[in-house]
């Protein structure tokens, strides 16, 4: 739904060139140890290790990973002697590379590791798990010293000593080769009434988030597939690259069931399968993988030494154990100088805004210059409705140090919308000259000249970002926002269409288009292109909300009735929170001129229960300016966007519907 980038995490696999065991196994017979997550339900399982500092770590649980890995700051703070020779490691969206260092010893559990290989990648790689740093993930050349039995009802991790008890009763073979942990399997693939069954090997990966198979099918099995393009990120982090970098033509098909290691698991899932002909070197690396979706629910039993493994009933169900919490704990017991900040970070994380206000004001009282706990604090405040003390707090602040914490876009636009457009343009000169060579600086004020109507100084603004960024097709939303307010809507409508080609899962993409090329008379166009879009994507992907309201302006009603219902079905249904059930069920009806009164009802009940939610207000806005109230609409758009100053969707819309209510047409 609007205001969520979705991307997805693909299957994370390491085939180092060379495997290497870890050293001596010290410690208990067996260690029982908590997992942990960074959102309930989340795919991700992390555990606690020790590198040998005594400092308490996270590390992702990765069976597929041959070699651990830890992050480049983890292993400076270490300090890690790094191989001069650069390995490089497969995954499924492209080749990692890292050199190989060796930790003396680590601890997990009450089991000690010696002398334990690990690859540091060259480039940033994902050290999140929510806002919880984390150090790596711990792999196979560890894992492979244990019996290991992830628990997954139980969120709890048994390390047992090798050959210190049999493997389970109908365990199925497990052929380990350093790298790999494979196993059989049987897919039991359905669609309409065909049913097709495969016996096939894959590797069981706990770092994996489904089932993603390589190589060769059977014609019959291949023949359900469908084709489609989405976002495919490994364990490399990408940060600052666009979405489009990880594009990639993926297959999927329907599975309802997956026969492994001795029991039956009956769901219904989307396996991904990537052909020899899409990319032959990781077909031949690894056959496929098997994650968390056939996983949960299960202890899934790896005897690496008996060569067998099990996937067991549930013998007991615990609470999910959140990551935060944990953070939480080890911050207490700490005496950073920035630990409140982080705990108010985390805390604000997990919801509990009250004791992350008390924090952040804590902080700030003890370290007033601190720019850090000065952006923490307005943003807070902005959260809680109070958009002009966000701005009085953040004065003081100067513009390089906005541009360093990420907030000058807020404060530029923040100023604009609170009627200083020219402050705005001053505060956005200063911060390209305190950060001449950050993209960011360059994009406030782009920002600040096109609100003050110098429309040519924010294209040249713009395009000084996108060099500076070394992405020619940056910024293209910005972009297509100063054409048309320089009369140009086929210009607009040009850098539209290359941002649907560039990220064909649209985002807000269709909004936009759809509204410059309804006032344009570009319908039929609108509805190609639409048209075009959903055939790159698997079917009920996409932004069904967008492509729904898109459709709706191209006069397609009966289509974006049909999407939008099929929207409410899939987003609605996963909301738990009242407000936000319906906040999305008035969004979807809002997009598409249906149940108007209903919906607006139901988006005045959800800004009853939160009146600053941001997310409600452009609701109400889209859901005013199809019940023809366009004061309304601009009033509702420009409360939304003074509380998100930084999303350009919100800025777009409030600029947009300030106009409309003022002019006739669209």
Known sequence: MKNHLLALLGMITLSGCAHRRAGDVSGPAASRLDLYKPWPGADKLYVEVDLGDGEPRMMLLDTGAGTSLVNAEVASALNLRQSAEVSQYLQVSGVLEARSAVIPEIRVGRHRIRNVHVAVPVEPVHDQAGAVPTAGLLGANVLSQFQVEVDYPANRLHLRRAHSRPPPPGAAPLYFDGQHAMTGVVLVARQGEETVEEKLLVDVDTGARGLWLFGELSPELAALATEGVEPVVGVSSGEGQPLSAFLRTTRRFPVVQVHVGGTVVTRELEATW??????????????????????????????????????????????????????????????????????????????????ARRDVERHHRRQPQDPAGTVLLARMTRMEGDAERALALLAPVPPGDLVDQGEIVAVVNGLWLDGAADRALALAG?????????????????????????????????????????????????????????????????????????????????????????????????????????????????????????????????????????????????????????????????????????????????????????????????????????????????????????????????????????????
């Open 274 to 355: 990537t052909p020899f002909a899409d990319n032959e070197e990781l077909a031949l690396s690894s056959p496929g993988l098997l994650g968390h979706q056939v996983l949960d629910g299960h202890r899934a039993v790896f005897d690496y030494q008996a060569q067998r493994f099990a996937l067991l009933p549930p013998d007991t169900v615990r609470p999910e154990n959140d990551i935060h919490a944990w953070r939480l704990r080890t911050l207490r017991r700490g005496s950073q100088p920035d630990r409140l900040l982080e705990m108010a970070r985390l805390q604000a994380w997990m919801g509990d805004l009250d004791a």
């Open 430 to 666: 200063g911060a390209t000259e305190a950060r001449p060579d950050q993209p960011l600086a360059w994009v406030a004020l782009s920002d600040a000249r096109r609100a003050t109507g110098d429309l040519a100084g924010a294209r040249q603004a713009l395009a000084q970002a996108n060099a500076l960024a070394e992405d020619p097709d940056g910024q293209l939303l910005r972009r297509a926002w100063i054409a048309t307010d320089e009369g140009d809507d086929l210009g607009g409508l040009t850098h539209l269409r290359r941002l649907l080609d560039l990220e064909p899962s649209g985002f807000v993409t269709p909004w936009f288009y759809a509204i410059l090329a309804q006032r344009s008379g570009q319908t039929d166009l609108l509805a190609g292109d639409l048209d075009r879009l959903r055939a790159q994507l698997h079917p009920g992907q996409g932004a069904l909300d967008f492509l729904a309201a898109a459709y709706h302006r191209a006069g397609r009603q009966d289509l974006a009735v049909e999407l939008s219902a099929q929207g409410r079905a899939r987003d609605c249904a996963q909301v738990e929170a009242l407000p936000n059930q319906h906040n999305c069920e008035a969004w979807y009806r809002g997009i598409v001129g249906e149940d108007l009164d209903e919906a607006r009802r139901l988006v005045q009940l959800a800004l009853e229960e939160d009146p600053d939610s941001s997310e409600f207000l452009d609701t109400l806005a889209v859901v005013l300016e199809a019940q023809g109230d366009r004061a309304g609409a601009a009033s509702a758009s420009r409360r939304a966007a003074r509380l998100s100053p930084d999303d350009v969707y919100l800025l777009w819309q409030a600029a947009r519907l300030d106009r409309a209510s003022l002019h006739t047409g669209t």
